[in-house]
């Protein structure tokens, strides 16, 4: 375990806060307080800002068919997507229609890679023949052809 | 199931049965006969004074290795035959020129440690050209990584990146890096198979250098459309974007003269052609269903994965009843070559370790006979070097071993005539000028082929002829360097060397340190053996210049064939049209290189990790790519403690191995990143 003293925890938040856009000085100041209190350790604070996140994102969750964790991951990828698709940010999703949010769902089904379709290849026999056997093989095969019943 | 078991396959109209056996049987009759005439005549001029052991392993060395010659010659002679003849290889089904496409196609391209900007310049190119068409919308593409390089598999999540914006509507790019090698290039498409196969119908295998244009592609798919039994079809790969003479010698040999040889492989091959690993279309059912590569018992390089696997898969595709094409008129399919003997060797080094594993399966059952002759020429490729090499040893020995061992001319007391030792000379020069005659002509008739079809974007016939004197005194002097590398390289592999996996070096040219270190052999064998010669056997002396000059002119030859010579002109020597009018699709990858190579150019891993997009992509990938390998639990903590004794700013104290964990531990990772800044 990686303590979390290792860490400047306000450069962590800050860092963290930047990288979803909330980037006020009161919200940051407001996680950092909570933090020295709350989080021991580094895996507590990254679980304890998802956590945060998803309280905070979940009054703006107008569509209702999603997950909790759907909708994060939706967040997360929206996010990721942010370069390629400059109108969407995570301030677009705080005042997000259900336009939107649909558009965001479709943004999100292009990003994903490909659904797989789990199949076996089965390992093909390859039996090494003497190559003696072999040579008569088609010795006899040749015969065949040549002098055999058409 | 594939229909081509049934006769129904073979009855399409252009090419029957009947006739691919014809062809077969004029091909390898005339090859065998050729080849029996010169060896009668071989064992009529070889000296009389040799034992009978001696006579018959140099006839059966001098048979092997002529017949190899003869096979090359009218191959080339009814390629370019048909060539004249015909402008469309007959037999396979062509599809309307208003033909819809409705199947989906994977393009794949399997990367290991290569330039991560140049492989996606190249990738962005082919959906460019792709997106021109209403059916560039069936295609998508997968990076399959295999790279073991974390500074490189990071670039190439981050060129993923970038190029995804960049990327035609309606094209998708899919990017995997795969946590564990096994099986090399055919475990990377195996594992796309198992996955993600069965989405498409079709997949189109590249290498990292491939390119092909989009008109190309789609032609390709609508091919596998209209021939349902066809499992394979291979679109034979012209060399472009050489820049080193070496290189640019190969581009212009490939031009001139590959279009023949192709053309007459595919003169006798028709539908049990073979598959080269890259620049072919596949079925993508029937590669899962028939092509699941056994490992073999043993260690390599005869045992464990099958190195070579391109062959094997065609073999066992074919085995399974699909066909197998290749079609010469397929035209805007490219690749690169080595910029230099030493790369283009070291290519070789494993190309014969997984053609000499190839004899196994050519003894190995139910294999189509001519998926066996594919094998056959496979390993000939490298054995005739060995062969060669015997060859001119056994021949300088008996005129070395004549010198201290003289001829008994009485060998009995009171004899009246001495008994003189025959050796037909003007003969044996009569089969030796034979030979010359059937290595040169097929590349004389691939210049007057190209002559014929105007030749002014060659730089005219004078610059033509001019190409394949200089190309043919380069290969002659070359050859006997290469002819040691390979000999070298079958010894190794018998006694059981592995070659390995090495990247591909691509651009950089020889030095005069790589080019000593690894040539200082063979300049000292051409030197020992000229003085051998000079002295004990003279009169082969200046018959050997060719061979031992060549020899010990391995260094020059080899690092300065490296270099760049003479500027980019029509004038130039090796001109070939696509230099001169530079296709579309390389133009647009040489600038994609540029604008992508901007994203990643001197930035080490640590530099990329400030980017917070970068690790947020690179995470999310982590997902996609497979579970991490096993790294040990001390490099684990190892990593642990080096990231928790960064005081800001980063370090690179960091081993690869330790990256490439670093880049799996998300939480390590984004603390990583977070003091990178």
Not at chain 2, 220 to 244: D, F, H, R, Y
Not at chain 2, 585 to 598: A, G, N
């Amino acid at each position: 375990m990686v303590a979390i003293k290792l860490y400047q925890p306000e450069d962590l938040i800050k860092s963290y806060a930047l990288s979803w856009h909330i980037d006020s000085a009161a919200t940051v100041s407001a996680l950092s307080e909570k933090i020295s209190k709350e989080v021991k350790s580094f895996d507590e604070l990254l679980n304890w800002l998802d956590n945060y996140l998803l309280s905070q994102l979940k009054s703006i969750k107008k569509d209702k068919s999603l997950s909790d964790e759907q909708f994060l991951a939706l967040v997360k990828v929206v996010y990721l997507q942010h370069e390629l698709y400059q109108d969407f940010s995570i301030f677009d999703i705080a005042s997000a229609t259900e336009d939107k949010l649909i558009k965001l769902q479709e943004a999100m089904s292009e990003y994903k890679f490909l659904p797989e379709k789990k199949v076996v290849m089965p390992e093909q026999k390859i039996k090494v023949y003497n190559p003696f056997s072999l040579f008569l093989q088609y010795l006899k095969k040749g015969f065949h052809h040549a002098f055999g019943r058409k | 199931m594939p229909l081509a078991a049934s006769n129904e396959v073979f009855a399409v109209p252009l090419l029957s049965r009947r006739r691919v056996k014809f062809r077969r049987i004029k091909l390898f009759g005339l090859t065998l006969l050729t080849t029996l005439w010169a060896s009668v005549k071989w064992s009529e001029f070889m000296p009389t004074d040799i034992s009978l052991f001696m006579h018959w392993f140099l006839l059966i060395l001098f048979f092997l290795t002529f017949g190899w010659i003869s096979l090359y010659f009218w191959s080339a002679v009814f390629g370019f035959w048909e060539l004249v003849r015909k402008s469309r290889y007959e037999g396979i089904k062509y599809p309307a020129k208003d033909a819809e496409l409705n199947a989906k196609t994977a393009i794949l391209v399997p990367s290991y440690n290569e330039d991560a900007a140049a492989v996606m310049a190249r990738v962005l190119a082919m959906a460019e050209d792709l997106g021109k068409y209403s059916e560039g919308k069936q295609f998508d593409f997968f990076i399959l990584s295999d790279s073991t390089n974390p500074e490189i598999w990071l670039q190439e999540e981050v060129m993923w990146f970038e190029t995804k914006k960049q990327f035609p509507q309606g094209i998708n790019l899919y990017y995997r890096h795969r946590p564990r090698n096994t099986a090399r290039k055919s475990g990377n498409i195996e594992d796309f198979c198992t996955r993600w196969g069965s989405n498409y119908k079709y997949m189109l295998v590249l290498d990292a250098d491939s390119l092909i244009v989009g008109k190309t592609m789609i032609q390709m798919a609508k091919l596998m459309e209209v021939n349902p039994t066809t499992g394979i079809i291979q679109a034979p790969p012209q060399i472009v974007n050489a820049q080193s003479f070496f290189a640019r010698l190969h581009q212009f040999s490939g031009k001139v003269y590959g279009r023949i040889v192709m053309a007459g492989q595919a003169y006798w091959q028709a539908w049990d052609s073979n598959y080269w690993g890259h620049n072919a279309i596949i079925r993508v059912q029937a590669f899962i269903d028939s092509c699941g590569l056994p490992v073999f018992k043993g260690k390599a390089p005869f045992g464990g994965h099958i190195l070579s696997h391109d062959f094997v898969e065609a073999a066992l595709i074919r085995r399974a009843g699909w066909l197998a094409w290749m079609l010469p008129e397929l035209e805007g399919s490219y690749e690169e070559c080595p910029p230099s003997m030493l790369d283009f060797a070291s290519r070789d080094r494993r190309w014969c370790q997984g053609n000499l594993q190839h004899i196994r399966i050519l003894i190995s059952s139910k294999i189509h006979p001519v998926s066996r002759v594919h094998f056959m020429v496979g390993i000939m490729s490298y054995l005739s070097s060995l062969l060669w090499c015997l060859l001119l040893l056994l021949g300088v020995g008996i005129v070395v071993w004549r010198y201290f061992f003289p001829p008994a001319y009485f060998t009995q007391s009171k004899e009246l005539f001495p008994s003189w030792p025959i050796f037909n000379v003007w003969g044996t020069i009569a089969l030796f000028v034979l030979s010359m005659v059937m290595l040169f002509f097929p590349k004389i008739l691939g210049i007057l082929y190209v002559i014929g079809k105007g030749g002014k974007q060659y730089g005219g016939a004078g610059k033509l002829w001019q190409g394949f004197f200089v190309e043919n005194l380069f290969s002659a002097l070359s050859a006997p360097v290469m002819m040691l590398f390979q000999s070298k390289f079958i010894v190794e592999i018998l006694s059981g060397m592995d070659s390995g996996w090495k990247t591909q070096n691509r651009t950089a040219g020889t030095s005069w340190q790589d080019g000593i270190r690894m040539h200082w052999w063979q300049t000292a064998v051409g030197i020992g053996a000229s003085v051998l010669i000079y002295n004990y056997a003279h009169t082969l002396f200046y018959w050997m210049l060719p061979i031992t000059l060549g020899m010990m002119l391995a260094i020059p030859l080899s690092v300065l064939s490296s270099r760049v010579w003479g500027k980019k002109s029509k004038q130039r020597i090796f001109t070939i049209p696509e230099e001169v009018h530079e296709p579309d699709i390389l133009q647009s990858s040489k600038r994609h290189f540029k604008q992508l190579e901007q994203f990643i150019a001197d930035k080490d891993m640590l530099t990329l990790l400030k980017n917070d997009i970068y690790v947020s992509a690179h995470i999310y990938l982590l997902a996609i790519n497979g579970p991490m390998p096993d790294f040990g639990s001390d490099l684990i903590k190892r990593v642990q403690h080096k990231v928790s004794s960064l005081s800001g700013g980063g370090d690179e104290n960091l081993s690869l191995d330790e990256k490439r964990y670093l880049l799996y531990d998300e939480k390590l990772l984004q603390g990583y990143a977070v003091l990178c800044k």
